[in-house]
Structures are given as structure tokens and as C-alpha cells.
């Protein structure tokens, strides 16, 4: 069954900076979704993008979709402490598949 | 006014035992899930529910089993506990199955000793 993957697996930057993270999946997709999930908790969505999209922004989020490489990535801008959490690529086509995620530190 | 709830939060139980977590969403969603994260973070989706109805049923024990009494309820019961059932599972819903976003709830803790 497909899923995303993530990578990089860890990520840790200062706060202010940028993070990318990727996602890479291995067959054809309808749409991608990314999730927050800070420790202790449940998943949050933060946004989806459709097959016929390449790019996607929702506040300090932008999320890219290349669906001749199979993979997105999902920039957080000007990150903040907050910010720290897992961020997972959910894959979709008729069902849902998450990846392992990325663990995203942002230090104050 | 919670969206997704489980319960219980933690559940620490002996092998052998059988348990079971309880789930309820408010949003009036067609379509639950249960999902199993384990100590790598990763998350596996276990079944989904759609209408009372199963449409997943991944390569899952059958000492796991989810019930559904009406629309807005999933529980999963779990008969003889083993050590390797130990992980967060959590409950999720959505409008419909397919690409629309899930609602997941704050997972339930499940330690086998």
C-alpha cells in the first residue's frame, strides 16, 4: 500500500528560519494533505493540495506538489517555537496512508 | 464542544487482558477510523467505518475489533493483550471517506505489561 515518507526524519533550526520538509510517495495520488501532531496529541490538518495544484499557502505555510517526481514539500516561514512538532504527509487515493513524519524543533 | 473524543486518555493493563476505547465525534461525519502510532512515530491506519459499515480492514490481528453502535460512535475492543499491541491509538473522522481532511482525536495511550 502506498504512503507518504518524510524526510528529512528530524529537523531542528532557530527560530525565525525557514523549515522545508519533503515528502516523497510512490503511486498516483487524487490529493496530499499535511498534518501537525505537537507531542501528546492527535493530528491536526493544515492544508490540502490537490493533484491539479502545484502550489499551495495558507498563512506562513506553503506547500508544493510535484506529481511527476511523486513528492511535496511543506515550507513553514519565519517559524516560530510553536511551530515545533511532528509534520506528517497523509497520501490519498481512496484511502489514506501517513508517513513516519518529520520532527521539527524551532529553539528560541 | 469537543470534536473527537476518546476514551480512556491512558490505559495500562496486564497481557492477556481485554479493553476497550471508546470513541465519539460531534461533527456529524459519515466516516471513522482507527489508527495505531507506535514508538517511531508511525502511524497505521487499522479500519475506517463508513456508515456503520466496514470498508478497511487492514492486515490487523482479529483480537482487535471496532464496533459502531450508531454514526457519531467507533470503539475498538482488543481481546487477549500482547505486548506488542502497546502504542497510541487513535480515533479520526471525516465527512466522507476519500480526500477530505480528518478530525483525529487526542489518542489514548495503551501500555501492556
Known amino acids: 500500500s502506498q504512503q507518504g515518507e518524510e524526510d528529512p526524519q528530524a529537523l531542528s533550526i532557530q527560530e525565525g528560519e525557514n523549515a522545508t520538509m519533503n515528502c516523497s510517495y510512490k503511486?498516483?495520488?487524487?490529493?496530499l494533505q499535511w498534518y501537525r501532531q505537537n507531542s501528546g496529541r492527535g493530528l491536526v490538518h493544515l492544508i490540502l493540495i490537490r493533484s491539479n495544484e502545484r502550489e499551495k499557502h495558507s498563512g506562513r505555510l506553503r506547500v508544493t506538489l510535484d506529481t511527476s517526481k511523486k513528492s511535496s514539500s511543506l515550507l513553514i516561514t519565519a517559524s516560530r517555537a510553536a511551530d515545533t512538532a511532528s509534520y506528517f504527509c497523509?497520501?490519498?487515493?481512496?484511502?489514506?496512508?501517513f508517513g513516519a513524519g518529520t520532527r521539527l524543533t524551532v529553539k528560541p | 464542544d469537543t470534536a473527537v473524543s476518546q476514551t480512556p486518555k491512558y490505559l495500562v493493563t496486564q497481557m492477556g487482558n481485554d479493553k476497550s476505547i471508546k470513541c465519539e465525534q460531534n461533527l456529524g461525519h459519515d466516516t471513522m477510523y482507527w489508527y495505531k502510532q507506535d514508538s517511531k512515530k508511525f502511524l497505521k491506519i487499522m479500519f475506517s467505518?463508513?456508515?456503520?459499515?466496514?470498508?478497511i480492514n487492514e492486515t490487523v490481528p482479529n483480537r482487535f475489533s471496532p464496533k459502531s453502535p450508531d454514526k457519531a460512535h467507533l470503539n475498538l475492543h482488543i481481546n487477549s493483550l500482547e505486548l506488542g499491541d502497546s502504542a497510541v491509538y487513535f480515533c479520526a473522522s471525516s465527512h466522507q471517506q476519500g480526500f477530505h481532511e480528518q478530525y483525529f482525536g487526542p489518542g489514548t495511550r495503551l501500555t501492556v505489561t
Open positions: 467505518y463508513n456508515n456503520k459499515e466496514l470498508i
Open positions: 497523509a497520501t490519498d487515493n481512496n484511502d489514506m496512508r
Open positions: 503511486t498516483s495520488i487524487n490529493n
